[in-house]
Nanobody, 116 residues
């Protein structure tokens, strides 16, 4: 299973970006698709998650600004990020859990930099 993340970049505070993560390979049953981020010197944290029933969950720090969505036909998950703040600066990682064993896979990360 491979996860290819894209969409990161440099944006001014208040701006928007949309991250994409396409899963390929032996995709037999996706249980959860989510986004994590890791800022310099900080631990990786969960930003947003979506279970395959459609329920979503967001970190308090991004509620109302970020939105997670998916395209089942393309095995792709998106993260729409609006109202970006400098504290959103981090490497963003997509993550999936698959199958009955809930196997975990990570993408390579995409850097988001928000300037003030």
């Amino acid at each position: 299973v491979q996860l290819q993340a894209s969409g990161g970049g440099l944006v001014q505070a208040g701006g928007s970006l949309r991250l994409s993560c396409a899963a390929s390979g032996s995709i037999f049953s996706i249980n959860v698709m989510d986004w994590y981020r890791q800022a310099p010197g900080k631990q990786r944290e969960l930003v947003a998650s979506m279970i395959m029933g459609g329920s979503t969950n967001y970190a308090d720090s991004v509620k109302g600004r970020f939105s997670i969505s998916r395209d089942n036909a393309k095995n792709t998950v998106y993260l729409q990020m609006n109202g970006l703040k400098p504290e959103d600066t981090a490497v963003y990682y997509c993550h999936v859990r698959l199958g009955v064993r809930n196997l975990s896979y990570w993408g390579q990360g995409t850097l988001v930099t928000v300037s003030s």
